[in-house]
């Protein structure tokens, strides 16, 4: 094989990788953009419940109190996993996991520029 060969595949190679480079950071911005707007969601619910909470404690209802507290944290665990799982979003494992192959395609690629060289 050429050198001019081995030097326009390098560049292609490059070229793929900077394109999903640049796809993977718009698909985590968009990601952190709506897992921005799923945390203000909670967060307005977590206060409507703590409010409930309150009523709760100010009648003296113990009870009341324990399964509304209960029921608040079972809700915002079950909400928060089905707005991931409804907006097909990778986990933040996968997000990291795509980011460790590309460096790892990147020092490969640099790898046989310097040898191509």
Not at 33 to 38: G, I, P, R, S, V
Request: charged share 40%; net charge positive; hydrophobic share 40%.
């Amino acid at each position: 094989m050429s050198t001019a060969t081995k030097n326009d595949t390098a560049k292609t190679l490059n070229d793929r990788i900077e394109a999903a480079r640049a796809e993977l950071k718009e698909a985590v911005e968009k990601v952190q953009a709506q897992a921005k707007e799923l945390a203000e969601k909670l967060e307005a619910r977590a206060k409507s419940l703590r409010e409930e909470l309150e009523k709760a404690r100010k009648k003296g209802l113990g009870e009341s109190a324990k399964a509304a507290a209960d029921s608040a944290a079972e809700s915002f665990k079950s909400l928060s996993q089905r707005a991931v799982s409804a907006l097909g979003l990778a986990s933040n494992d996968e997000v990291a996991a795509l980011n460790k192959k590309l460096d790892s395609l990147t020092r490969k690629i640099r790898k046989l520029e310097k040898s191509a060289a």
